[in-house]
């Protein structure tokens, strides 16, 4: 598959992740109406926000600049083969 080139995709593609999120994050909180769960909703959310900007933000920029990560399989592939 090539990379996506076109800025309106890019963008039509964001918007697809938002409204996927927030879907998914109304129907959750539909099945279990608690503060609990939004809570650990939240959390989980940031959590996994946090560890995307250090895979491909931290590692690239301050770790290992000389490598660039592709994607997720890209990065573990290339800390295995680092060790």
């Known amino acids: 598959m090539r990379d996506l ?3 309106r995709w890019m963008w039509v593609k964001a918007i ?8 998914s994050s ?5 099945e279990l109406p608690e503060w609990r ?3 650990l ?10 560890a ?12 290992d600049p000389s490598f660039r990560f ?3 399989t890209s990065l573990l592939r290339h800390l ?3 060790r």
């Open 26 to 30: 109304a129907l959750l909180l539909m």
């Open 70 to 72: 592709s994607g997720l």
């Open 52 to 63: 995307y900007y250090f895979a491909f933000y931290v590692l690239e920029k301050y770790i």
């Open 16 to 23: 697809l992740f938002v409204v996927i999120g927030c879907f």
């Open 37 to 39: 769960v939004l809570l």
């Open 5 to 7: 080139q076109s800025h």
């Open 80 to 82: 295995v083969d680092k």
């Open 41 to 50: 909703l939240l959390l989980a959310i940031w959590a996994f926000c946090r």
